[in-house]
């Protein structure tokens, strides 16, 4: 018997701001999803933007909210979002796992 991959979504930084200042509808959404068997992922580009905003943030109310997403995302069960490229890039090829990863959204008709 085949295993059904699980479902996946990945998010961005406005729905964990929208969870750390503790809005419903951001809850609601999170825990609908995951009830539904979704992995909620986090990409390395939101975890940096989380991180950019908390350093340097315009507004404490900003930094702030970034800390909590920060603190709480295990809590709310997202996972990481780890970048495996498809094919090793030959030595000294500058076009590393961004490279790849259009290769593999061409290859799929997912992207032009």
């Known amino acids: 018997m085949a295993l059904t991959p699980r479902k996946q979504l990945s998010l961005d930084a406005n729905l ?12 609601d959404f999170r825990e609908e999803f995951q009830s539904r068997g979704y992995r909620l992922l986090l990409p390395p580009t939101v975890r940096h933007e989380l991180h950019t905003i908390y350093t340097d943030g315009a507004s404490p109310t900003d ?8 603190v709480i ?9 780890i970048w495996i490229p498809q094919q090793k890039p030959s030595p000294g090829d500058s076009r ?3 490279w790849t990863a259009v290769s593999y959204l061409k290859r799929s008709s997912m992207m032009a």
């Not at 964990?16 to 809850?27: I, P, Q, R, S, T």
């Not at 930094?63 to 920060?70: F, G, I, K, P």
């Open 73 to 81: 995302l295990r809590s709310w069960g997202f996972s990481p979002l």
């Open 96 to 98: 590393g796992i961004c």
């Open 63 to 70: 930094r702030e909210l970034a800390r909590s997403a920060l």
């Open 16 to 27: 964990l701001f929208d969870l750390a200042e503790g809005k419903d509808f951001a809850h």
